[in-house]
């Protein structure tokens, strides 16, 4: 079975939506040669003007995708870095989330914003290391990420046909995740809905992106003493709480482990969804990014901020130990 | 203080020329996490401009940001020590490359974010003169950085509170990898003009020039004259990151980078001093840049108990990510 890399899986998933759809096209900073590693052959193929290299003019750029959508089109835009999604915030939040409902129905805004190496990429430090999907999750913009290759290629499928704007942020962490994958097994993945990658018993463990690889180390880790369920939900909003419900139900222990900051953050709207719902055998238990986290440049302090594999032990060891 | 003086400019051009030497082969050496942007084939433009500033005058970089940060006066040692993620650095490790800073020489910072400095320098300078001082500020950018709105409103606010500041675009012909000519509609010093401010275009790769041109516009300003732009027309010499080095991205035609790397900064000012003298600049310049190897290399790195510490500058305590 061929190997696909995550990277490879979104250069996949966008070569078969501009080849399926004359509507979709490109637009982002390098992207002809293709700086991020994610557009490389792909205006070779389907030329320059599905394939548009961008001024730096992020703002405009993204209304400008925005107003080609409402003319027909479904543009889908690379961010080269996390944080830029702060300075078109603006752009995506108060313009293409808003005119369907502003018009009255008139229209819609199918634009996606694909951001390849969220999170730290180790060393790019303050500016260039956030993990803002939550932020697009409170704003009730579709949010989606994807932690393996198949799922990066059918989510990134799907975020483009969607009829509504869609936030793709593809972890930096899981970049580099290669898996076996047969080539006809490429589907599209629906938006909204979980993905178990290990089921359990006693504790259901929701991971979100890259993390649920450590998840899943985690667990491999404990097998002996604790069995635990790997729960990905894959879309941040429209969250899959039917699936986690069923879940929490079972195992009776819920620990959240999200590469953002703690206070509103996902991990935070996770636990409080769970409980209203499902009576808990222990107290649930977060590990995330601190509060108001910046992310320091020193590569210790940097690994420091962000949630580790031994806070994931330890937090699962106290809701065994609670209940 | 304009200074002109010729070895003055000649030791500061050949600095960060080995500042920026060494620096690269401590990202090989894996000792500069992240990598750098490369200053290479500038350096005349960071020289000739801070040559014509005083210690309390202001400036703000960019992601290409040594030059400025040394230029203006900051410790080689400690700059490189910060680049290493130690905590003796300029910003106790926390800043690194991009956002290297010494407010203690008037260097509010490089800038990961590009256009975002303009603005900052604007309300620094004004702040200042509201304060009674007479100082002056300067922003550097990029020739991509004139395609954000950002700028451009700091322009807009510059020109109409005339603030002085100088908005120094370093034209090196490329944004990454995207040229000017691709990317800029009008010119750079129409975007001024259009401000109602003076704009000059001046050789980037002649540090006597820079000066020259930067020492006349600031006295314009001191005496009470409004911001002025001064397009420093330039080249960069090596990789815009130093993933660059790993990862060949094909848009510099080979024959304009043997151009390019023919009109030499640190040889233009070279050649105006006597052989004897230039060769004393060098030796100087090699033994402070061994030792602030010797220093960086030697320093501790910062501990990650600590990792957030500098958040909040109102004593607030961040809570930990939790486990
Ligand atoms: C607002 C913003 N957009 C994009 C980037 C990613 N990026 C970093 S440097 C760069 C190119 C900047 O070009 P230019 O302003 O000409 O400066 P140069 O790199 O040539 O010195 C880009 C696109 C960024 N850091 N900030
Ligand atoms: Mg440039």
Redesign the interface.
Known sequence: MPRLSYRRALTRALADELARDERVFLLGEDIRVAAANVTSGLVKRFGPERVRDTPLSEQAFTSFATGAALAGMRPVIEFQIPSLLFLVFEQIVNHAHKFPLMTGGQCAVPVTYLVPGSGSRKGWAGQHSDHPYSLFAHAGVTTVVPATPADAYGLLVSAVRCDDPVVLFAPAGALDVREDVDAAALVPVPLGRARVHRPGDDVTVVAVGHLVHDALAVAEELADQVSVEVFDPRTLYPFDWDSLVESVARTGRLVVVDDANRSCGVAGEVIATVVERVPLVAPPRRVTRPDGAVLPFAPALDRAVQPGRDQLLAAIHHVMKDG | MTDADPVRLYRTVRLIRRFEERAIELVRSGH????IHPYLGQEGIAAGVCAALRADDVVAGTHRGHGHVLAKGADPARMLA?LC??ATGL?A???????AADLGVGVLGA?????ASGAIITGAVWARRRLGADAVGVSFFGD??V???MLLEAFNLAALWRVPVLFVCENNGY????PVA???AGSIPGRAEAFGMTATVVDGQDPEEVHAVTAAAVARMRAGGGPELVEARTYRFDAHHTFEHA?R???RPPEEVARGRSRDPVAIQGARLPDARRVAVDAEVEATLTAAVEFALASP??D?????AY??ASGLT??????
């Open positions: 500069i996490v992240g990598g910060e993620g130690r910003n490790g926390r800043g690194g490359s991009m956002h800038n990961a974010i590009v256009g991509g950085a395609n954000e709105g944004a990454t990898t995207m691709a990317a800029v990862v991205l094909d848009y790195e910062p990650p108990v600590d990792a957030l958040l909040y961040a809570r930990t990510g939790g486990g």
